[in-house]
């Protein structure tokens, strides 16, 4: 469990930020901080650079161009979901890794989207003037949500370009954001999972690490590689103590800026009923790999999905468990609302009961709380496959801006990329995972609750998810196709097993999406915009959003920290793997992979392997490039150490560490280990 945040680490809003605290947009970078803290000023050229080279994988995580043919660097656990989804039991590329010498060797990802920012520009007046002021929260939403579908379909007609527009600030700002998209990915390397995940979940979230977490893929435009004028160029001596050092990636989540009332849901409701939920996930996966050998295979990937996502959330509510951390989003609070209360701006005074209205809100969210959490089936991915396709047929045929925001124009190209993934499924998976989450909602939310009665009758949770799976065709693309193409009348006219269960159970999530949209989310989406102006006023834009999982700039420096009364080093290197192997007697999960381990005499074990930087970092930023001043690449973001975990809800930065890989490891690896001596030149630009 991680430690507790102290007292003096934790700031109220209104004080000045810690030296390396934020993640910053790229339109409001914190220059002055940066020309202070390192006499450095970013120029156009070097904050360009590094916004196109930069990727999202959007299946969670960020990446990096690094040659001009168009390779991209990420983590080997951002690219787990894909290694599973292109394994088999024959060639387990979780397992063993993948190796392609050759770019005839690479082989294309199933269902991976890269995607890269070309531009952004503000929309706030567009989406305000739309909204209006008049009505209640609910009109008002309805016509910002009606102009944001509006925007994104006409910047898509115009460009081509994937457009999504961002809420900023908690409604305080919106932002279009532009992004080129490749769908032609393909795997080059990934070392074996026992390399890259060392030390196995016991290692996870801690430091020191010793891990080789990292993975290339490729980018095709056409039948060739892509020409990526925008790439980082490699440092070959990488990060270096006391160094600058930059993250550009795509942080998914944090809620610094939320109100004392939804911290205190957080803390006391919404996070255990996360860990419970995810505790079940993972006792059902692993009693699925509890059958044999390749049922192991085939859930691998949940399983560490699973048992990261706990760790995560379980130091996340201890941050919030800790007193010091309330206290002071309390004090932050209390002084912006009586900024609010006495200043002559109507603006601001229309924050001054905002606070009260999200409180009202939270206390009504968690009157239905377990069944936001249980009437659900994303165990079972062909269930989910079905859902998508019934509500497809429902709401594709609406005018675009009446839509649900994942069926708009703008997001339709990419969702039925995803439905129509040839990713392999497994029948007896399906089912297994199916049942157990149905009898999970039986027994929390009762026979009598309107999902259960729709979803199982009177009938067993399992009776029920044998015959869906064993009725069902949507395991077969080309089926979900047939439907897709063939729109509300195939979808009504079909007997497949899972659409007409889905079709039975669209009804209660209608009413339910309806209530959190109506009752919830418009309250705390128009209250939440109060509040941000009203900081906007008394504090400028010397603060920085929440994160969103869109591009963000965090700066910092290659340094150890205290812990207890020891002092952790900066630097990992071979030679500390090797002795922890050792120290361990080899035993999993702390035995060395074989390649590794018959390296030894060729590779050079002072080489630096992993290291930590006080950058501001979060989940999403997985696969981030750590860049110098020069714009070169100095190592791999892949994990934070157990202090950051309350870096969701607050920056730490005596002891908050983002941990890397260094750059000289990837190299050394490739070269002494993998043999993959052209992959290595191409990198260093040999």
Aim: charged residues 30%; aromatic residues 10%; proline residues 5%.
């Amino acid at each position: 469990m991680p430690a507790r945040t102290p007292r003096s680490a934790v700031r109220p809003a209104a004080a000045p930020l810690q030296p390396d605290e934020g993640m910053w947009t790229l339109d409001n970078l914190p220059r002055a901080m940066l020309e202070r803290e390192f006499g450095f000023r970013p120029t156009p050229d070097w904050v360009e650079l590094l916004q196109k080279a930069s990727t999202r994988f959007n299946d969670g995580g960020s990446g990096s161009f690094v040659s001009a043919r168009g390779l991209v660097l990420t983590n080997h656990h951002v690219a787990l979901g894909q290694l599973q989804k292109m394994s088999t039991p024959e060639r387990d590329f979780v397992k063993n890794g993948f190796f392609a010498r050759t770019e005839a060797e690479e082989i294309a990802c199933p269902d991976l989207e890269i995607n890269v920012l070309e531009s952004y520009e503000e929309v706030t007046a567009r989406v305000r003037a739309a909204e209006g002021a008049r009505g209640t929260d609910l009109a008002r939403q309805t016509r910002r949500k009606a102009e944001i579908a509006r925007i994104t379909k006409a910047e898509n007609e115009r460009t081509a370009l994937r457009c999504d527009v961002v809420e900023l600030y908690q409604g305080g700002e919106y932002w279009l954001y532009r992004y080129r998209k490749y769908t032609d990915v393909r795997l080059v390397m990934a070392p074996e999972l026992q390399a890259a995940f060392y030390g196995g979940d016991f290692d996870n979230f801690t430091y020191p690490r010793y891990a080789l977490d990292f993975a290339f893929f490729r980018v095709y435009d056409g039948a060739r590689p892509l020409s990526a004028k925008h790439h980082l160029r490699w440092s070959r001596e990488g990060a270096r103590e006391g160094e600058a050092t930059f993250v550009t990636g795509h942080p998914g989540r944090t809620d610094r800026l939320m109100t004392a009332a939804q911290l205190e849901y957080e803390r006391d409701l919404g996070l255990p009923l996360y860990l419970e939920v995810a505790a079940k996930r993972r006792r059902d996966c692993l009693d699925y790999a509890a059958r044999g050998p390749e049922q192991a295979r085939r859930v691998k990937d949940r399983i560490f999905g699973v048992e990261n996502a706990i760790k995560a959330v379980t130091g996340e509510l201890e941050g919030l468990r800790d007193p010091a951390l309330m206290e002071a989003k309390r004090a932050a609070q209390a002084a912006l609302r009586r900024a609010a209360a006495s200043s002559r701006r109507a603006e601001v005074r229309a924050a001054k009961g905002a606070w009260t209205r999200i409180a009202a809100a939270q206390k009504k969210a968690a009157s239905r709380r377990l069944e936001l959490a249980y009437r659900r089936w994303d165990a079972c991915k062909a269930a989910g496959l079905a859902a998508h396709i019934v509500r497809w047929a429902a709401e594709v045929p609406k005018p675009n801006e009446t839509r649900w925001e994942e069926y708009r124009d703008s997001n339709l190209e990419s969702l039925r990329f995803r439905l129509l993934s040839p990713a392999p499924m497994y029948p007896d998976l399906e089912e297994f995972l199916l049942a157990r989450s149905l009898e999970d909602a039986r027994q929390t939310l009762g026979p009598r609750d309107a999902f259960v009665r729709a979803a199982l009758g009177a009938r067993t949770p399992e009776a029920v998810a044998r015959e869906l799976i064993a009725g069902t065709g949507l395991l077969d693309p080309e089926e979900r196709r047939r439907l897709l193409d063939g729109g509300a009348a195939a979808v009504a006219a079909s007997k497949d097993a899972l659409i007409v269960w889905q079709r039975r159970l669209d009804a209660v999530y209608r009413a339910q999406r309806r209530w959190y949209e109506d009752e919830i989310e418009s309250v705390l989406t128009a209250e939440g915009a109060k509040i941000a102006k009203a900081r906007f006023f008394v504090y400028g834009k010397s603060i920085y959003p929440d994160a969103t999982f869109t591009l963000r700039l965090s700066y910092g420096r290659v340094a150890g920290y205290e812990s207890g009364t020891t002092r952790v080093a900066p630097f990992t290197t071979f030679h500390g793997l090797f002795d922890r192997a050792l120290g361990h007697g080899e035993k999993p999960p702390f035995d060395l992979a074989p390649r590794v381990k018959d390296a030894r005499e060729r590779l050079d074990l002072s080489a630096r392997l992993n290291f930590v930087t006080t950058n501001d970092i979060i989940g999403g930023n997985s696969g981030s490039p750590v860049v110098d001043e020069r714009g070169e690449c100095v190592g791999l973001i892949f994990d934070g150490n157990i202090p950051s975990l309350a870096g969701r809800y607050a920056y730490d930065g005596a002891r908050n560490r983002a941990v890397a890989v260094h750059s000289q490891a990837i190299l050394e690896a490739l070269r002494r280990i993998y043999g993959m001596e052209a992959l290595a030149a191409e990198l260093s630009g040999a």
